[in-house]
Each structure stands twice: as structure tokens, then as C-alpha cells.
């Protein structure tokens, strides 16, 4: 069986395909001369399995989306104490590019903004990391991060570079109020370079998973940062990823996220799945039009949002096996647990298995204690493309958890017996 | 047996009792007359149930507590569009009492300050509503969402309105940039009567218990609001409700709250549990001092993040069953779905039947899939005072779900016919 | 022969009648409906010669012009500490009807926002003055700096009351920081009366003469106010008076000013003279579009920028001789002009080639028309030294420059030829 | 004779000696270790004499004082539509090294602030200046004002370097927004060396005289820059010069002024005098302690407040009598002191009394000693319109007013008996 949600996510491309409102980052020529039709959304799971539509593997810089990562890797090397010290938490409300210091101490308000991420620069590695050091450090952890090698864009680099000008003034007057204590230049270098690090949406939804399965990438295993510093780095992006429309974002989407320039976008929803998109063309904000479109659009459909009531996501299946009964083979799923988003995707995943021979399908709900508007959607999606090839789907449904729901060609059962007879 | 969780109820308020820093706000001689020492924490679980600590019961006024409150009863009331084209949902990063109007439109810039709640008072109710009918909407929603029939407290009230200066600034600010298009003082009238609702901390538990149980409250099974409405309001207090201090408490405790001056503070958290704390020494942003602790304190010990990886809350005790065999009676709890601190209640809960002639306990866990560390605490600690008692415990646990842990006097076995012999 | 300003001012006016921008204050119908086309200029010298052209004697509600006026009223009342620590000096940069209060204190930044002239209306009258009372105070003192009985429109003034809605929220958050102590709405009333007073241009350029004579009106010879008041306002009214726009004004008129929404503009050159426009078409900043165009042309043409070098002072000493007469030497130094500080220090310079052995010292006054209290004082210390050094001292003063002065040891005569005997 | 000036300067050194509050400036170690008890004060009229009182001579580095002088330099090389287009001149009510562009444009608020004054370095000498061109223009600029050959303190300009980063920060925001066009480092050094430019409070004194004397050097008599730039550069500092205390300033002291880290203050009062005053304790504005006390001082004892009523004008018209001749009737009017506009004025009043019948007008100018350019046209205007009326204008002048002017069909004659014949 095919699964459904690549067909999802190539649909989903497929509706916002048409909107060609903003426009690719004009500042560095290599930004505004980016393809603007590229396209791409993927989507990864806290156990390793990668959904992809579109431009999935085409190349781009990572921009502002490295922030929350060296962010994390700045709290592994320093701990809290240290970087809290010299970047506070709080949303700012203003625009990316605002000095937003406070008053007083002249901490940048929070590390999603580029002077808290100039500052967060300087807390990479050992105290007293030489910039070599530091910069070889970023590209190694947003690699861990990604499950891969990533390699910099020397040429973006560059370009940047030459228009710095506003991070260059960040950084001095991050320099003059004591908050950066070496050489303000080699810091803002340091930080063009991470954001030059040249990533797919593949990576970057491998890396939003990693966040999502409390720092450990869900491919090489590798724990990259603990559980307490995701934890922090998720409340950060929730209230400052998306800088002045964080609260917009916040209720209508409720992903902690990040947006880059270069057109990517990222969410991280905890403890199920790490998404990414990427389209050139950006809205007044700096944020992907497409992207935010498609993120809007996941949200709902897929009820992520992290104020949506949370349930388990792992084990869901608990067996699949196949029988061999008077009627040909049957297949048998026995379910179990709270089943959302996440969980309804093992089950698609499982249910690829299935071959056309296998005359009967049984999903046994016995043991499943709730399946959320989503979940259900998509297993009724499972059942009619197996009815569909003419294959039997019968639900053993004891509690009733399909009351009032159209299974179509799909039998309901009270026992297993009864299905696979 | 008695359960485990008043007892760290009253733990907690006995480590922040001597914290005798911060005072009552000054403002109005009710609010300042208030007795320091008050002191109380209440936690209400989304099926109900209600564990209080300290003075519980003591009845105080509502204040800005009434603001996500009202703010949902304005959505359910008008709908999304007309409340959201009036008060926008972006973090301020300003104090309760700012102006912080949009330069543009001069929409507040969120429901949680003063100048966003005095807009959303005047969208309460069918449109063009006579102020005393929308007087009664905010106390019988609030009531509904207690659960009981809330009163108000008239002495406060008026006092209030005697020094209403501020607010009767930003009313007439918002009537003169057409946001409001009523008269401003009826409207902080309003605000004011809303604010002097009486409540206890149990109350504000309950409140907040109906928004983490998607708008039905938990004990009357009333839809106060739609779960839309919830979603809405639980993001809006994550990102908004501790004013300038929303991304520390955001990162440090991670629970949507929202505190009042006369020093209430409720947490809700979707799918699990509300809480409430009554302290009413303030710190410098308005939060009670105590309060400030305790939940810190709770989210810690609890493992209540919405960034903490979420799971189920629901019928995780599958059977509560007491078999007659050879040596006695035998309890036989089955649990099942993954246990966080929610689900460990219920399961505390259920052992409070247990008799002391039932000689032997049985928790099968064969269709546990997780449990996290503070219900794998709760749960030896129900063991150690069975055990305690004289009377045996056995797991069932095929899986090895409590592989590492020191069960004390408890016998773990693989098989429930191991246990019940 | 016919005088050449009245032609001057017609033609002044022909010139900026084809400029149709802007457009009336819209916030009250009153004002809206003013008749656009109405264009008056009017100058008053400060010995009560006044010039007109246009609508001279149309009456208009003086609006935001009563402010440096009242406010010189309340100093004179209150005095300079009172009314200042109620009342900054500073410019805010910002627009009339910003809030503008400073962030410690409260107090609004100058009397010439709203803030600022709110809070002066509180400080008229002697101290716990009755509104009726500070009222009275206002509309005589306003009708004293014209020189005729002011009367105030109380249809615009009811009409502003009904509108007044952010003069109310800065009234209340002034109340709010005790900035104001009594009611609000007392003291927006009375402020709405204040620009409700009725004026011609005529009666401003009367107004604005009486500050360009040292605060005596030029007309009735009364002291409305004293110099050192005189000098603050008209420090205030070039630093702040044309809000947002002063600098640019400050540059390039160069006047001190003032104007009103209800479409006056006056500006006061000290010891010159006083201007009044009236056009009520405004520019986005709420001032006359015509009357800046107007104080633009007068300022260049009529040479009256405060920064415009004034006459120079260098032939303050005409002659310095030596005469042989009967009793010996005689130095006779020959003075003329107006003798300020720089003229009493040329004539100080001179005095010093003064030899002991000149028995008679002659200062003739007879071609000196005014000699200020600092060079009266240098001219007396120079007396004294030459007299201890028992050397005579002659004033030769035909025009009684010297009345009621305490020469000293020197003699005053009317003729030179008394004086070289 | 001995001079009462330099006694009384002394005394008034005397009277501020005690008052040791605040401290030099700290952020480079040249400043810091100034001596901080070293003290003087200089006045210096237009004519070009000079009066020292302390350490007249001591050297310090000019620091802010620059600003004005090179403003007015850039002004006088590039015009006011460049200089403007890139700078304004609004005063900000913040502090000088804040930020302070124009939301909109990117412009700093005005010259006197850092913003403003290294945006002003970039517009000095001809277009496309090498910065060493540019740093000599600076150099001779100032030199010119002073009447000598300045030269720089390179120690404390590359020491000033070590810590620019608040103004690199600027200078880089700045060219963020294509305030400025070239190397943001360059244009930083060139700030620095001009303000380590070494001074004594008797060049600052020198160079506020040019000021005052219409940018005509009183020593050199060298025309530096031209009156319109002085007018321009006097509002300039009187709106903007004090920074956040501009307001109290203007009111108080009331001279148009500036002050520097190193200790140095200057006013510059138009037609009268310059003063300097050199003291290296700062208060918290960045102001010298005593340098304030002793210009509040000046103000008040010499009368020296822009705002203060210049000698009265009305005794421009000594006499106006007709007199029978041989030739019929001639009205003489016998003027004296310096005219202006309000003088003419009165002249224009007087001329009104003449009779068509009269045969000769003779203005007598033998008492006048300046006739500003305003007054000139005037004056010509009545001669025209007499003359055109057959009447005959003759002008007794002997000191030669009327030089180069062309008075039309007027008759200029050296003495009274030439005209009345």
C-alpha cells in the first residue's frame, strides 16, 4: 500500500503552488537571485522516518533557522547560567533587525533576534574558543543536529559580508554596553558564516525532529543537546521564533518554529514531529509566504498545535502480524493507546506492508483509548484506498471508539474473532 | 489509603511559607488591607477531581485572573474576527498597565493587558448589549467556568473605580482611536466589576481545570466554550498572560498562566491539570511571590511543560478489580497508555479503595507503554506505604517498564497469573 | 504719503491665497466648518502701532495659542518651582497629543503638548482655586494680554467637550501619576473653555506684541505679566512651541511661535514687534499651511530670525578726549546708541587709557537712547573706581537716562557744557 | 584704569572653585586622567578682544564642541539642501550617543548628535573628498574659527578609537540605511581626530565670537563661513546643542551653546560676545559641572539671554520737524541709534506725516550707527515714493550708512546745512 501522507504533503504544495505574492531577500545578490519557484515541505518523525514533497533536497542557506540550534549548543557548552547572563527570553515585539536591548544591562531581549544570536556567537564552544574553533564548532553541532555533514556556502558568505552594516552596528553596540567582550567583527563573521550553512528541507525537518524528540536525532541516535535545553529552546522559539508575529503564530499555527530569509521554515512539535518548508519568496515580516501558508495549513490538518490536548505518539502499534485463514491471508493490526497525528502515521507506515494478496485487514482497536479527528481521518483514508483494491477492512471495536463515524465498505466488530473468522 | 497528593500539596506550601518578601498591592485600601500570611494551592484534574492545600477556601477578588477568562467568553460571544480586528494576540513586553496600542490601528496589542481587557469587556454579549446585561455575562461565564454561582465584591468595586485613573486613561485613549465606540467609563465600570468577582483558589483551580479540559468544565460537564476557543486563549496565555515576564515563566515553568493582583495565579495544562495558588504578596511585575514558587516549583516536580514530550491522560487504569484466592483478597489495578503525572493521579486515586484486609496489590502494567519519571515516583511512593502496611505489591511487567528501579519491598513478576497466584 | 506695510501684508497675502492645501481641523464640527478661504495678516509694534490686511477682525477660537499665554498666567500665579515641578522644558519631538510624560516623574515634557497645558490649567489662580474661579482667571488674564475683554465661544467649547476623549485619557493618566490632583474631567473642561476663548487675528498680534514688550501690553500699558516670565515663555515658545516641527521652524523662521487648530499662528520677536496669521487650512503637523508660508516670507523679508546678528555695537563710544580746561584735564568720552553688555565693555575698554591725573571724567549721555541694567551696573562700577581714585565723574544725561540711578559721588547734568565747565 | 572683566570673571572662578562634583569623562584613559581641578573662563567680543580668567591656556581636546563648527563647515561646502537631505534638525530629547534616526528616512534627528555629527564628517569638503582631504578641511575649518593653526592629539584620537563602538555601532546603522555611503570605520576615525583636536578655552571663546560676529573672525577678520550658515548653526545649538537638557538651557541661560567631554563649553551670543568656559568634572548629561554654574552666572549678571528684550527701538526718530526755507517747506527727520525692521517702522509712521505740499524730506543719519539690510529697503521705499511724488529726499550722512546703496533720485549730502540749504 502506498502511503498517504507524501500524497498529503505533494497536495498541500500543489494549493499554495499558486501564490506568488512577496519576494526573495534582496540584501545579498546570492539571496535575491535564489529560484523563487522552488518549493518544498518534509516532514520527519521522532522515530526516523522522513515524508517529502517538492525541492526536498534542494540546497539553500540556513539564515536565521540556525539560531535556536547554536542557541542549544551554546546552553550544552556554557549551561543556563552563563548565556542567560547576556541574552534574556522575552518576546520583543519588534522586527528581527531591531536592537531591542534592554535598558538597563543591555541584553538583547531574547536570542531569535539577531542581536541576541550575535551574542549567542560568542557563547559557542569552551570559554575563550578561538574564532576557528567556534565557527568549526557551529557547523559541526547544526550537522549533529542534522544527521549529516553540512558544508557553508563560502560565497553567500562573503556576500553577506559586504552588507552587514546592521549587524555590524548590533555588534558594536552589543561591544560598547560590555554584553560582547571581544572583537565585534569577528563575531559578526562568525555568525554570516552560520548562517550561511547550506542545508536541504530535508535537513532542516531531520533537525526540527531532533528538537522534537528531546535533543536526540532520530537517525544516528546521537543525543546532541539534553532534554532540558530543548525544553528551553522550544519555549523560545514558541514566544520569539516568529519575532513580531510570534502571537499570530502562537494561536493560529501553535508550532514552536524559525524562519530564515534564505525561505526556509521550521516547526518542532514536541514528542511527535519535526516539519520544514521551503519557498525564496517572503512576506513583510522576512517569514516564506508559502511556508507560513503550508504551516497554517499542517496545523489544522493535522491538529499540531501544542495547545491542542497532547497523547502519546509511540508504540501505537503494538503487533502486526499475518494470519493464514480459511478465507487466504489477514492481516492483523492490534492497536493500542491515545492515537493522534503522529501515532496515525506508524500506522500508515505499517499499513505499507500490507500486500494485495492479503485478502483481509484487521485494525484491532481493543486496546486504543482515544484517536483524534485526525488520526481517525486518516485511518478511514487507509480503510478506502484498501476497499478501494477490493481488500476486506473489518475494526474490532469493543468501546465503541468508531460510535457514529461512516468506516464506508469497512465492517465493524465487537471481538477479534469475529474479523478474523 | 491516603492519598500521596495532598500531602505534597501541603510540602510545597510549608518550603514557601517563610518567603515573607513582596507586599500586597497598594493601590486600593481593600487590596492593601489583605492579609499577607494567606496562603493556599489547589490542584484540579480535567475528570474532576480537586486537591487543595492551606486556605483553600478563603475567598479574594479576581482581578486580572478574569482576563483570558472573559476574553474566551468574548470569542464564543462574537466570534474570532470581531474580537481579533479590535485586540491583536502579540506579546508587548511591557507591563499590565501600559498603553502598548498598535501605532497604526490602535489595537491593543493583546487581551492580557489593561488596555486589551477594557476592549474586550465591550465585546461581550449579543452586540449592542446594555452594560448591566453584559455585567451579568462576564459573572454568570465566570461562574460557569467555577462551576458555582460567583459573587461580587461591591466594597471593592467602588473602591476601585476611585482610583480608576489609569484605566480611565486608557479607555478614553482607545474611544478616541475608535477602538472603543462606547462611553469609557461604563466600560471601565465594567472592567472593574469584572475584576472584584469573588473567588477562592479552588474556584480558580476548577477555571482553570475547564480550559486544560477543552471548555467543559470538569464538574458539571458544562461546555462553558468550544475547544477553539480554548486553543485560542491557551496560547494567548503562554505568550502574553505574565506580562513582561512571560518568557521567563514560559521557559522556567512553561505552563499557561495568568495572575491577579489580589494574588491569585492560575496554570493550565491542556489535558492534564488546572492549578491555582493564593498568595498575595507581590513581586515587581504584579505576580504573587509565593504563587511565582509554588509553580515553579509544581512544573518541575511534576513535569508540567507544554514542551515536555506529551502523552495520554485518560483511562489509564483499564480495571480496578478485588479476586478472592487462597491467601485473601487480592487488588488488581491494570493500567495501560503512557503515565505522566496526570494519569499517575488517577491511578493514586483509585488505590484510595484499597482496604487494608486485602492482603496482596497487583499493578499489572502489561499494557503501560510509558511512564515518565513522576509517575514512576507516585507510584512507588503508593507501594512504599502499602508495603509499609503490611501488605504485598506486585508488578506485572512483561515489558520491563520499570527495568532499573528500585521497587523496594514490592515483587515484580512477568505474568498476572505470577502475581495473583 | 501712504504707509508701505499695509501694502506690504496685502501683497504678502495675494501671494500665499492661491495655496489651497491642507484642510480645516476635522475633530469638531465647529471647526470643520470653518470658511477655508478666510486669510488674515496682522502686525502690532510694541509701542501699539497695528497693521492689518485681510480678515483681520474675523473672530476664531484661539485654541492651542491660549497655551504659552496660560502658562505665563501660572507662573506669575504660582511661580517658576511650582509650575516646574509640575511642568518640564523640554522639547518631546513628538506631536501635540502624544502622551510625552517623563518616564520617572510623570511630568509632562512642556507646556506647549497637551500634557503640559493641561496641567498648567490646574496650576492658574492662587492655590485650591474653584474651576469658576480659574476660569475667570484665564479668559481676563487672555483678554489683559490683548488689551480688550475676550469672550468664549461656548457652542465650540461644549462641541470639543463631547470629542475630548484623549485629552481625557492624558487628563486621567495624569491624575494617574499625580501629576494633577484633582478631577480629570474638571481640569479637561476647563482647558476646552481656554481654547474656546474668541480672538481675531488682530487681538493675537496684540497678544504676541505684549510678549515682545517685556509682557507690558503695548495698547493699555499694563504689566500682564513681568520680564523674567516673558523670557522663559518665549524660550519655551521657540524650543517647543511648533511641536514636531520646531527645529525645522526654529532654522528657518526663527520666531517664536505658536499656533492653533483653529487656524492662527502668531510669533513674538522681542522688542520688535508681534504677528498673527489666521488661514485654517493645516498641514499634517496642525499648523496653518498659509500662516507658515506667511511667517517664512515675513521672516526673511523683515530680517526678524532671533539668530539674526543684530546691529553691531562697536560705535558705542563716539569720542574719547582729552580737553585742557581751567581745572586741569578733562577726559570726556561721548557715548551714543543702545548700550548693552558688549557696548558697556567697549566703553570699559575705553575708560581704561583714562590717566590719574585727570582731574574731571565726562561720560555724555545725551546721544544714548537705553542702557540696561548690566552696562548701567558696569557704568556705575567704572564711576565708583574712578571717584575712590578722587577723581570727578560727570554724567551728562539731557534725556534722564539716568533717573532714579544712585550715582554716587558723581554729578548729572543736562548740557555738556556743565559738565567740561 | 584697570578693567572691571577680568575681575569680575575671576571672582565668578572663585565662587564655582568649590563645587567638585561629578567626574571626567572615564571611557579613555586620556580623558580620565585630565586634571580635574583645571579652570577657566574667556570672554571674547566681536571687535576681538579677550578676557581670561584661570587656565585660559591650557590645552584639552574639543571633543562635541566640534560640532557646530564643522556643521557649519559642511553647510558652507556642500549647501543646506545636501546637508539637510542628510541630516535634520530637530531637537531629540535624548541623550548624545543615542541612536536617534528618523523612523522613516534613516536620519539622525539632528547635527548635534553623534548620529548627526559623524553623518556631517562624511559631508565635509568637496564631493568625493579623501578622508585625509577631509580631516585637513577639518582641521583648517576649525583653525579659521580659532584664528590659529589648531593641531590634533594623535594619543587621545587613536586612544578614542580603541573604544568606538558605540559610535562604530551608529556609523554602521547609518550606513544600514544609506545615511551614509562609504566605509563606516573611515568615517568614524575622521569623527575621532576631529574631536581630539587641542583647543584652550581661548580659542573656544575666539571661536564662538565668529559666531557671534556673523562668521567673521574678530582677529583674522577672515569671513569662515556666511551669515545665513551662522543663523542656521545658532538655532541649531540653541534647540539642540545641550542635548536632553536643551529645554532647561534655553530657559535658564538662554545663549546658544555646546559642550564637550573634555571639559570645554561655549556659548556664543549673537552680535555680542563668545565665551568659554573649561572645566573636566562632568555632570550625568556629559556637561561640565561648573561649567554650567558659571554660564548660568554670565546669563544672569550680564544680562546675555537671547529671549531678554533688546534696548527699546522707539527713539529711533529723534525729531521730526518741518522747517520753512527759501524753497518752500522741509520736513527733517533726524534718526539716530541702529534701525531694524521695528525702527523702520517707526520712520515709515513719522513719514507719513509729510505733507504733498512739502518740498524737501531730509532724513538726517548723522546720529545713526547701523542700518540693517531690511531697514535699508524700507527707508528706500519711502524715498521712492516721495521722489515719485516730486518731492526731493536728501540723506545727511556723514559717516557714510549709505555707502554703496543706491539711493535712487535722493541726494546724499555730509552735513544738516547742505540738505535744508
Known amino acids: 500500500m502506498r502511503s498517504i501522507i507524501p500524497d498529503y504533503l505533494a497536495d498541500a504544495l500543489f494549493r499554495v503552488e499558486p501564490d506568488t505574492s512577496g519576494q526573495p531577500a534582496q540584501y545579498i545578490p546570492e539571496l535575491a537571485g535564489a529560484d523563487?519557484?522552488?518549493?518544498?515541505?518534509?516532514?520527519?518523525?521522532?522515530?526516523?522516518?522522513?515524508?517529502?514533497a517538492g525541492d526536498s533536497d534542494a540546497e539553500f542557506t540556513i539564515q536565521s533557522i540556525s539560531k535556536p540550534f547554536v542557541y542549544a549548543l551554546a546552553l550544552a557548552d556554557r549551561g543556563f547560567d552563563t548565556v542567560l547572563d547576556k541574552v534574556g527570553v522575552e518576546p520583543s515585539g519588534e522586527a528581527f533587525n531591531e536592537v531591542s536591548l534592554e535598558h538597563d544591562t543591555g541584553r538583547p531581549l531574547n536570542p531569535m533576534i539577531n542581536a541576541g544570536a550575535l551574542t549567542v556567537q560568542s557563547l559557542i564552544g569552551p570559554w575563550n574558543s578561538e574564532p576557528a574553533e567556534?565557527?568549526?564548532?557551529?557547523r559541526q553541532g547544526l550537522s549533529a543536529f542534522a544527521g549529516r555533514?553540512?558544508?557553508?556556502?563560502?560565497?553567500?558568505?562573503?556576500?553577506e559580508m559586504d552588507t552587514a552594516h546592521r549587524n555590524l552596528a548590533i555588534a558594536h553596540m552589543l561591544r560598547s554596553r560590555d554584553v560582547l567582550t571581544e572583537d565585534p567583527r569577528t563575531v559578526v563573521e562568525g555568525y554570516v558564516r552560520q548562517c550561511a550553512v547550506l542545508v536541504t528541507a530535508r535537513d532542516l525537518a531531520m533537525m526540527a525532529a531532533t528538537l522534537a524528540n528531546r535533543g536526540v536525532n532520530p537517525l544516528t541516535n546521537e543525543q546532541v543537546v539534553s532534554g532540558a535545553v530543548v525544553r528551553y529552546v522550544l519555549s523560545v522559539m514558541f514566544t520569539c521564533g516568529m519575532y513580531d508575529a510570534a502571537g499570530d503564530w502562537a494561536t493560529q499555527v501553535g508550532i514552536p518554529a524559525k524562519s530564515g530569509v534564505g525561505g526556509g521554515l521550521i516547526g518542532a512539535l514536541p514528542g511527535q514531529v519535526g516539519i520544514a518548508t521551503f519557498s525564496p519568496r517572503l512576506d513583510e515580516?522576512?517569514?516564506?509566504?508559502?511556508?507560513?501558508?503550508l504551516f497554517e495549513r499542517f496545523s489544522s490538518d493535522m491538529g499540531l498545535h501544542v495547545m491542542e490536548i497532547p497523547s502519546a505518539a509511540s508504540s501505537v502499534v503494538?503487533?502486526?502480524?499475518?494470519?493464514?485463514?480459511?478465507r487466504g491471508a489477514t492481516r492483523v493490526l492490534r492497536l493500542q493507546g491515545g492515537i493522534r497525528f503522529a501515532g496515525a502515521e506508524r500506522i500508515i507506515r505499517d499499513a505499507e506492508e500490507i500486500e494485495v494478496d492479503e485478502a483481509r485487514v484487521v485494525?484491532?482497536?481493543?486496546?486504543?483509548?482515544?484517536?483524534?479527528?485526525?488520526?481517525r481521518r486518516l485511518l478511514l483514508e487507509i480503510t478506502r484506498r484498501l476497499t478501494d483494491g477490493d481488500q476486506e477492512?473489518?475494526?474490532?471495536?469493543?468501546?465503541?471508539?468508531?460510535?457514529h463515524?461512516?468506516?464506508?465498505?469497512?465492517?465493524?466488530v465487537d471481538e477479534l474473532e469475529g474479523a478474523v473468522g
Chains 1, 2, 3, 4 share one sequence.
Not at 36 to 52: F, H, M, Q, S
Not at 318 to 326: A, C, I, M, P, T
Not at 363 to 375: I, K, R, T, W
Open 363 to 375: 485494525f484491532d482497536l481493543s486496546l486504543v483509548y482515544s484517536l483524534d479527528a485526525v488520526a
Open 285 to 293: 515580516h522576512g517569514h516564506s509566504v508559502r511556508g507560513v501558508s
Open 393 to 403: 477492512v473489518y475494526f474490532v471495536d469493543p468501546q465503541g471508539i468508531l460510535a
Open 149 to 159: 555533514e553540512l558544508t557553508i556556502d563560502e560565497r553567500v558568505s562573503s556576500s
Open 36 to 52: 523563487p519557484e522552488r518549493l518544498a515541505a518534509v516532514v520527519a518523525t521522532i522515530d526516523g522516518e522522513v515524508y517529502g
Open 134 to 138: 567556534r565557527g568549526e564548532r557551529v
Open 405 to 412: 463515524t461512516d468506516v464506508g465498505a469497512a465492517v465493524v
Open 318 to 326: 503494538r503487533s502486526n502480524q499475518v494470519q493464514d485463514g480459511e
